[in-house]
């Protein structure tokens, strides 16, 4: 897959930032499959469990600042 054996620095920035989203919402959120059918609804969905993602680290962080 790669040229080299190790990983660039890009890849390895990039497992360590969206690995833990994917596995949030995956292990966490008990999303293991779209429930929806069709492209915009699936997409909506995403959407969706990604907003929840985002508010849940929001309101994490603004616990953290107190």
Do not use: D
């Amino acid at each position: 897959m790669w040229s080299s054996s190790r990983p660039t620095e890009a890849v390895s920035c990039a497992i360590a930032t969206v690995e833990p989203v994917f596995a949030n919402i995956r292990h966490h959120k008990r999303m293991s499959r779209f429930t929806l059918r069709g492209q915009a609804k699936v997409s909506t969905q995403w959407q969706l469990y990604c907003l929840v993602h985002n508010i849940e680290k929001m309101a994490t962080q603004a616990r953290r600042a107190r």
